[in-house]
């Protein structure tokens, strides 16, 4: 410690007492000097410790599920000290006395050990299922935060893509989660997913025995499932949210117009310390919110479902909510079977099991592209767009979501029906339309909403806001007052582009250059007109001077007539001065 | 901004374009505990009472772990496992508390001046980027590769061919199908007998209406001694661990006994497969392969709890609602020594459709 | 505060080797086969005389009842009646005392309107006045009697077991094992996995398990009330009926080692509550970190002077 004086350089002073208190800094600046003389962090450090992170609390939805994979790491590790992942056939001699004698897998029976004989095996267990549902749902919100506010434009379209195959590895490393344990529920799961690759067309037998290692059910899948949980899907998706990270990082985060915030800057609050301590005190209540649910809700019962056999089931088989939708395709699906020249080919499985998610995941990944395609639009975007003022993107997310939601519904039609007294197949023929009818409705809907909504906003700038304040002229007709709303409120209504509706063979793209015709420009046109075309553009400035002219005018009217009025209300039309200014709120 | 906006500004002045200027950042404003320090000391209080509101959350998490049973003795609290109850909310609370106090912390006394960095653009200067392709292109031209299509179409090949190790090597993960699909452990004479009991059954024994989950013999794990040693001195073969498991998954059957008029009979369901009314059915469905016996006694409809196919029992197992593609297939029954028997293999692959399947 | 009324009982919840004592054991032993004893001299044919000059009175009684509450749907004699759109009420000759025992005596019978399935209501008949019924229908035609509590307890199981030089606990175990085997076998398809119920085709549904008594579970099994399949005791031997009610109130007992249950309804509660609770506290949380605190009236020129 004594070298600390040289290495901190600064302080060389006669004076004892002096030294010893420029210790403190000198400590520290001894060991970032340590590590750059071997590392040279100091250069990428530099620039990162004070980088600045806007605040919104949208923006922290991705770190629930950066958190939460966090405690699953944790958790999973905890697990793995006494999880046996073998099928081999032992019998039950634990605590759990209405099980004793029975034979069942290693893999359910060390299950059943960690619920009852590791003092706190069971919290964790629980812990661990609570963590990988809020992991997969805090990503599919994120998504929803990212897609309503137009944060995957350019340049972001890559990380987009990770996000997406993030959500798609994590339903596959939750579905492999759910079935290690080898219980009743996990084991009809996987019964389910051999079916669903049985029916792939040619290869699905030899599918199914290769992944079981022979007949269904073998005893090599949970061994393998059980690398895959904790190895090969983890290591992918650590290796993808590193990237999707380090992407976040260079592109720098996207902020909401306002004042002073612009295309090329970003303002908010240093990583060192402000981001820091939240980012991190965030981690500890996303641990912290998986402990509690762990400790006081019951997941997975394990033992209540017994150990798997393929001759057992239970009223309300379900998979995790994140297999909802593929659930629910695969119950509302009519029986169709084709047989060609000696072979069966399953649409009732092969459509739900492996086209649909497939083509829904494509979709969803493809549209920074579509759209790119549709605008023409090259520029870099930071700037985040309310979701009202891209109402043809608000809408379709609208429509996905309420899509998500009815396959979800109709993979719990069972459960449904009995907690509503509902009709089981009534739900059933019910989805089999409204899967595609309710959907567009809805989209039609949000998007007509969006624009009454732009039309709203376009209202408070043209002519303020709503005081709730009645004012009686002479004649004896009412009127509400209106006020201006105040610079800072203005402007981050106005900070936002006019869309352009491509018009095909216009010969001028985006750009201005002129363009050769495309075969798609019909396409094109088409989907800019029902994205762009009916939407609210934002006022002129002469439209806004204008409104503002005519507003005076007519207080210059009222003026006139109402003079004898001791207090009329113009005081609080916003042009004059008056005490009262906090009438005029933060609008 | 307007560096951006120059695509749109063609068609509209810039002054039309943004009806307001930008007005800047507003002014600080400062907290209450930036200017006043009792607000600041009282905030300093609050984050540290957290952090030891967290630390006796975790002496109180080891506390509990010591002395709260669980195994044969679990201790209970209102209901509920108490070791479990206790672990996850001393634990749960210990970790919220760091949070909320390091978040209180951040919020109430960290720097609270908004900063601002500038962006750049994603791409590189266009001198990087020019430097990287003559680089580029000055390596490939050293290595030839366009020039020399002999080297560079044997290396791809060579790349190429090593996929088939690759593949080849996963062979193993797996035997081949075979004809295993089609085949139960049912055969001719193979006797009938109830799931988990393993006991035999006798037509008389069951009453119009009755539903009995049952195994071909051989395939139950909890029945007595003197049941197996019956068994194995006729020859009975009892299965265990995965092969158990894989013929179970198959040869599940259920067994019905209804009024005998209720009955249709066609070519897949021929009267002589049922026994005053008894008839067996493959208890795997054929849409996924989930075990059913939902079974409604008076409409003889069996409904499947995963997806919801329904089959009828008394029209040969006929798909009359759900995902499902085709009838459950029925196993032929005669009785054998007084006791229910199969009179052979089903006569139709069980469980899901897969691709072979109509090749049989 | 319940909570605090009720603090750590050390309660040993549930059925283990080591909760009772030996001695406890034989005290259970001979207090069963006493009540058996008992019931059986109860019911044995020894007091046939006595029990048919009773037996013609309820059945007169029963007739009466049945003539006022019944005959509309079940005809006069209980011959069953069809309407034009179908049947009204099947016919109930050689359902037995126990059929009629379950469906009053829980509330299905009489129906307050016909429909797909008798709902489960406050009973309308006294115990008396139910088993007047079962008596009066029993005579109808045989049929399944009321089963008594030996029929749906362990006791007579256990005293085999006990016999067969097991300890009283391993004897009862051994029952509730199998039970929960044949549960999970038989019924655990409609009932689900604990017995909470699920839903059958055009709007039926499987009742929860939960607040049926032994006997009326037992019943169900026998008679096969409504859709439900009959599980005779051909089909499943009544003592391992009994252990499948065992089981059932094994579970019961047990505590929830895992905390609340949800409802024990399966994943489709347990990702609500991942949703509701998980994601809508964290997005609460991230509101608060993100929210812009208070700000004060004071300059911030007020803090340079201090300073």
Known sequence: MSTSENVGGSVASTNGKTAASAKKPGRGSKVVGWADERLGLATAAKKNLRKVF??????????????????????????????????????????YSQLNGMHMSEAFASTLDISFDVRGGLMVRQMHHWAAMLFIAAMLVHMMRVFLTGAFRKPREVNWIIGGILILLGIVEGFAGYSLPDDLLSGTGMRIADGLVKATPVVGTYMSFFMFGGEFPGDDIIPRL????????????????????????????????????????????????????????????????????????????????????????????????????AEGTLRIMPGWETHLFGHTLSWNIFLPGQVIPIVLLLMVLSWPFLEAWVTGDKREHHLLQRPRNAPGRTAFLAAMITLYGLLWAAGGNDVLAVLFHLNLNHITYFMRGAVFV????????????????????????????????????????????????????????????????????????????????????????????????????????????????HADDEHAHEIEAGLDHSADGHQFDGRHPVDEEALRGKH | MTDHNDTSSNHLPASVQEPIANPGLPAHLPRPTDVDPKAERRAERQVAAFFVASMICAVLFCVAYFTLDIKDETDTFIGLGASNVALGATLGLALMFIGIGVIHWARKLMGDVEIFEMRHPASSSEEDRDTTLAALSAGLEESGIARRPLIRNTMLGAMGMLGLPLIVGLRDLGTLPGKTLERTVWAEGTRIVRDVTGTPVKPSQLEVGDLMNAQPEGLVTLHSEELIAEGEERGVEYLEGVDLQVEKSKASVILLRMEPKDLTFSDRSPENWQIDGIVAYSKICTHVGCPISLNEQQSHHLLCPCHQSTFDLADGGRVVFGPAARPLPQLPLTVKDGYLVAQSDFREPVGPSYWERDSK | MRLLNRPLNRVAGRLSRHRRRPVAGLLVMLLGLFFTGALYAAFAPANAEKESTTDEAKIAQGRELFLVGCSFCHGANGEGMTSQTGQLGPSLVGVGAAAVDFQVGTGRMPMAQPGQQAAVKDKLYTDDEVEALSAYVASLGPGPSIPSKDEYSLDKEIAEGVKN?????????????????????????????EGSGGAMPWGKNAPSLRKTSDKHIYEAMLTGPQQMDVFSNGNIAPEDKAAIIAYLNSIEENPGYGGFGLGGLGPVSEGMFAWLLGIGGLVGFAYWIAAHSTRSEKSEHTEGNQA
């Open chain 1, 226 to 325: 059980y690398m895959a949980h904790i190895l090969l899907i983890p290591g992918l998706i650590l290796a993808l949210i590193a990237a999707h990270m380090l992407l976040l990082v260079y592109h720098k985060h996207t902020q909401w117009p306002g004042p002073g915030r612009t295309e090329e800057n970003v303002v908010g609050f240093p990583m060192l310390p402000v981001y820091m301590a939240k980012a991190g005190g965030f981690f500890f209540i996303v641990f912290g919110m998986s402990a509690l649910m762990g400790g006081l809700l019951t997941i997975n019962p394990v033992w209540k479902y017994g150990p798997y056999d393929p001759s057992k089931v239970t009223a309300g088989s379900q998979p995790d909510w994140y297999m909802g939708i």
């Open chain 1, 54 to 95: 806007p605040d919104h609390w949208s923006f922290m939805l991705g770190e629930i599920a950066l958190w939460s994979f966090v405690v699953l790491l944790i958790s999973g590790v905890f697990l793995t000290f006494w999880f046996k992942p073998s099928m081999a056939e032992v019998q039950y001699f634990g605590s």
């Open chain 1, 438 to 549: 309710i959907p567009i409705l809805v989209f039609f809907l949000t998007k007509r909403w969006c624009i009454s909504l732009q039309r709203h906003d376009n209202d408070k700038l043209l002519h303020g806001y709503e005081t709730g304040i009645i004012m009686r002229s002479a004649e004896g007709g009412y009127t509400e007052r209106h006020l201006p709303i105040s610079e800072e409120s203005a402007y981050t209504l106005t900070a936002r582009d006019r869309d352009e509706v491509f018009v095909p063979g216009s010969g001028v793209d985006a750009n201005g250059v002129a363009s050769k015709d495309g075969k798609l420009d019909g396409i094109r046109g088409k989907l800019s007109t029902t994205l762009f075309a009916d939407n609210i553009q934002k006022p002129t400035a002469e439209e806004l001077e204008e409104a503002h002219h």
């Open chain 3, 165 to 193: 030089g097991m300890t009283d606990d391993e004897a009862r175990n051994a029952a509730i094992v199998r039970g929960g085997q044949l549960f999970l076998a038989n019924c655990s398809a409609c009932h689900n996995f």
